[in-house]
Structures are given as C-alpha cells and as structure tokens.
Nanobody, 122 residues
C-alpha cells in the first residue's frame, strides 16, 4: 500500500501564493506518477497537474502559467506551487499517486491523500 499525506493548504487573498506538499510512503515502487486534483462539493474531481518520474508534466488549462508541479524522488514528495491565485481556485486539493503506461493510462492500484483545503478570497 501507499500512503499520501498532504499539507500546505490555507486561506489567501486573490493574487497570493501557496505551496502544497504531498509525502508518499509505503510501496513507492508501485508509483511512477503523482498528481494534484481538486474538488468543489457537488463537482467531480478535476486534474490540476501531474508529474511523471522522468519529470514530464501536464496541467489543466485553467492553471497553466500560474501553478508548477515538482517532485523530489529522493524524498518521495510532490509539490504544487500555486501563484496568482484566484477565487475560482478555491477547492479541496487531493494528492494522487499511481502507475501510468506509455499512453498515460493508470494501471493497477492508485492512491489518494485525505485532501487539503485551499480558500482564495476576493
């Protein structure tokens, strides 16, 4: 099993910044990609950013140019630097980990963190 623990959420004004962290432990060899999703109550989770072990990244169009995902493989930790935050970024942000193939399809088990709240005020 893999355990994911998130931290770094909080409340900021529009235009501010936050950095989220997600530390993974357990069967780390089962992971080759980590990601951040966000969810507003009543909505489905949205993929915000994903990073592969080799460093390839993907971002939602709504956060391109504002958010940066990075990973420290030695620490088994992924980060999400969020700049120029907007009220519409308000959500619970969840860390995710799994194994993806060449076509970016998840294979086998995947894992979710408990979530951390991000609130951006006008």
């Amino acid at each position: 099993q893999v355990q994911l623990v998130e931290s770094g959420g909080g409340s900021v004004q529009a235009g501010g910044s936050l950095r989220l962290s997600c530390a993974a432990s357990g069967s780390i060899s089962r992971i080759n990609a980590m990601a951040w999703y966000r969810q507003v109550p009543g909505n489905q989770r949205e993929l915000v950013a994903r990073i592969r072990n080799g460093g390839t990244t993907n971002y939602a169009d709504s956060v391109k140019g504002r958010f940066t995902i990075s990973r420290d493989n030695a620490k088994n930790t992924v980060y999400l630097q969020m700049n120029s935050l907007k009220p519409e970024d308000t959500a619970v942000y969840h860390c995710h980990a799994g194994w993806i193939n060449y076509y970016n399809d998840y294979v086998g088990d995947d894992y979710w963190g408990q979530g951390t709240q991000v609130t951006v005020s006008s």
